[in-house]
T-cell receptor, first 119, second 115 residues
Framework: GAVVSQHPSRVICKSGTSVKIECRSL??????MFWYRQFPKKSLMLMAT???????TYEQGVEKDKFLINHASLTLSTLTVTSAHPEDSSFYIC????WGQGERNTEAFFGQGTRLTVV | AQTVTQSQPEMSVQEAETVTLSCTYD???????LFWYKQPPSRQMILVIR??????QNATENRFSVNFQKAAKSFSLKISDSQLGDTAMYFC????????????FGSGTKLNVKP
C-alpha cells in the first residue's frame, strides 16, 4: 500500500509554545491530506482537510488560528499547534488520498500518528 | 446524516477461533464504500478490507471477510483463525463515493486475542 510518514511520533512541549507535525506521502502525490485528532479509546475526529496550494478547510468547532495547516507541496502537509495548552494533548493522525488509478484512490492512507503531550 | 455505529466496545477471542465484529451505518446515499481499519498498539491505521456498496458479493481478504447487508445497512467483519497479532482496535468506516473528504468512523471495537 501507499506510504504516509508522520513525524515526530512523540513530542512533549511546554505550555504556551508551538509544535509542528509533518505528514509526508512517500510514494505518491497527495493533493489532499486530512488531519484527525483521536482521544483515548475514542474514534477519529476530522479536524481539517488540507489542500495543496490553497487554504485548509476546517471542521466546525476547530480553531483555525490554533491549528495552522500548511500544504505547500504535493507530498507535505504540516499541522502546527500554536500556543499549546495541556488540553491540546492528544494523538494526531494524518491521512492522504492517492489520486491514482484503481482501488488506491478509494481508501485513505494513514500516517503513524503523533502523540502530543503539553506540560 | 451519515453515522457509523459499532455497538461492541470490546471483545475477546481465543487464538485460532473465529470472531465477528458488528457495524451498522445510516445513509441516504445509494453508492458508497465501507471499510474496516485496524489500529494495533503501534497506532498505525491499516486497511483490513474494503466493500463497494454496488457490489453484492462480500469482500474477502485471507482470514478476513465481511457480511454486507445493504438493506439492513449492516457491515460485519469476520476474523477466522484469530492470531495474537490481530489484537487491535478495529474501526468501521463509511465514505460516499463522490465525497472523499467525508470519512465517517465508528467508535471502534477493541479486540483481544488470547493465547
Amino acid at each position: 500500500g501507499a506510504v504516509v510518514s508522520q513525524h515526530p511520533s512523540r513530542v512533549i512541549c511546554k505550555s504556551g509554545t508551538s509544535v509542528k507535525i509533518e505528514c509526508r506521502s512517500l510514494d505518491f502525490q497527495a493533493t489532499t491530506m486530512f488531519w484527525y485528532r483521536q482521544f483515548p479509546k475514542k474514534s477519529l475526529m476530522l479536524m481539517a482537510t488540507s489542500n495543496e496550494g490553497s487554504k485548509a478547510t476546517y471542521e466546525q468547532g476547530v480553531e483555525k488560528d490554533k491549528f495552522l495547516i500548511n500544504h505547500a507541496s504535493l507530498t507535505l502537509s504540516t499541522l502546527t499547534v500554536t500556543s499549546a495548552h495541556p488540553e491540546d494533548s492528544s494523538f494526531y493522525i494524518c491521512s492522504a488520498r492517492d489520486w491514482g488509478q484503481g482501488e488506491r484512490n478509494t481508501e485513505a492512507f494513514f500516517g503513524q500518528g503523533t502523540r502530543l503531550t503539553v506540560v | 446524516a451519515q453515522t457509523v455505529t459499532q455497538s461492541q466496545p470490546e471483545m475477546s477471542v481465543q487464538e485460532a477461533e473465529t470472531v465477528t465484529l458488528s457495524c451498522t451505518y445510516d445513509t441516504s446515499e445509494s453508492n458508497y464504500y465501507l471499510f474496516w481499519y485496524k489500529q494495533p498498539p503501534s497506532r498505525q491505521m491499516i486497511l483490513v478490507i474494503r466493500q463497494e456498496a454496488y457490489k453484492q458479493q462480500n469482500a474477502t481478504e485471507n482470514r478476513f471477510s465481511v457480511n454486507f447487508q445493504k438493506a439492513a445497512k449492516s457491515f460485519s467483519l469476520k476474523i477466522s483463525d484469530s492470531q495474537l497479532g490481530d489484537t487491535a482496535m478495529y474501526f468501521c468506516a463509511y465514505r460516499p463515493v463522490y465525497n472523499f473528504n467525508k470519512f465517517y468512523f465508528g467508535s471502534g471495537t477493541k479486540l483481544n486475542v488470547k493465547p
